[in-house]
């Protein structure tokens, strides 16, 4: 069974720093590309970043580009997310996902159940 | 970059009913790269319809998806009382990666 579990959201205020993790178990993970997906209180969803199986192929959206930094650990299972200089508007739940294919397509075929995030002073 | 446009926003209907949603996109969508997913409250989404009309594993035949270009459906032939839930098109397979999501449709208990 397919699982992915987020950790490492909360509470921090602007300006500051945080590191989301997901860990992955019930498939291949070094042969799917993976994603940070993202959903505002009570909004829709909004793709964050992705990254190839090889970490070769990485994107962000325009709105967190220079700030937010996508990586892999393979032998761990694991992806991550750091994310700097957060902004009020950065505060979601938010979703690891992995993509059907090896290469970023952004086609997600299994969610985590999310982690929050609060950007508050 | 494409913009999705979901249509109606909210759409009502009983247990039994057939629900059709719209997707637009602002230009042809490539090789019909274009998914559902489907959210309950409180649960992450999860994945539908791919390529415009396959759907994912374990997702009844009651759902299915059509359309090409720049206009699609997906469909829902006899509502089950847990198909109410908030349902986004989405277009995928761009390089590089871009978001693209659709605002959603909520289909709720009439």
């Known amino acids: 069974e397919v699982q992915l579990v987020e950790s490492g959201g909360g509470l921090v205020q602007p300006g500051r720093s945080l590191r989301l993790s997901c860990a992955a178990s019930?498939?291949?993970?070094?042969?799917?590309?993976m994603h940070w997906v993202r959903q505002a209180p009570g909004k829709g969803l909004e793709w964050v970043s992705g990254?190839?199986?090889?970490?070769?192929?990485?994107g962000y959206a325009d709105s967190v580009k220079g700030r937010f930094t996508i990586s892999r650990d393979n032998a761990k299972n694991s992806l991550y997310l750091q994310m700097n200089s957060l902004r009020a508007e950065d505060t979601a739940l938010y979703y690891c996902?992995?993509?059907?294919?090896?290469?970023?397509?952004?086609?997600?075929?299994?969610w985590g159940q999310g982690t929050l995030v609060t950007v508050s002073s | 970059e494409i913009v999705l446009t979901q249509s109606p926003g909210t759409l009502s209907l009983s247990p039994g009913e057939r629900a059709t949603l719209s997707c637009r996109a602002s230009?042809?969508?490539?090789?019909?790269?274009l998914a559902w997913y489907q959210q309950k409250p409180g649960q992450a989404p999860r994945l539908l319809i791919y390529?415009?009309?396959s759907r994912a594993t374990g997702i009844p035949d009651r759902f299915s998806g059509s359309g090409s270009g720049t206009d699609f459906t997906l469909t829902i032939s006899r509502l089950e009382p847990e198909d109410f839930a908030v349902y986004y098109c989405?277009?995928?397979?761009?390089?590089?990666?871009?978001?693209?999501f659709g605002q959603g449709t909520k289909l709720e208990i009439k």
């Open positions: 230009q042809s969508v490539s090789s019909s790269y």
């Open positions: 019930g498939f291949t993970f070094d042969d799917y590309a």
């Open positions: 989405q277009q995928y397979g761009s390089s590089p990666p871009r978001n693209t």
């Open positions: 390529g415009a009309s």
């Open positions: 996902a992995k993509d059907l294919s090896g290469y970023p397509t952004t086609l997600f075929d299994y």
């Open positions: 990254i190839s199986w090889n970490s070769g192929s990485i």
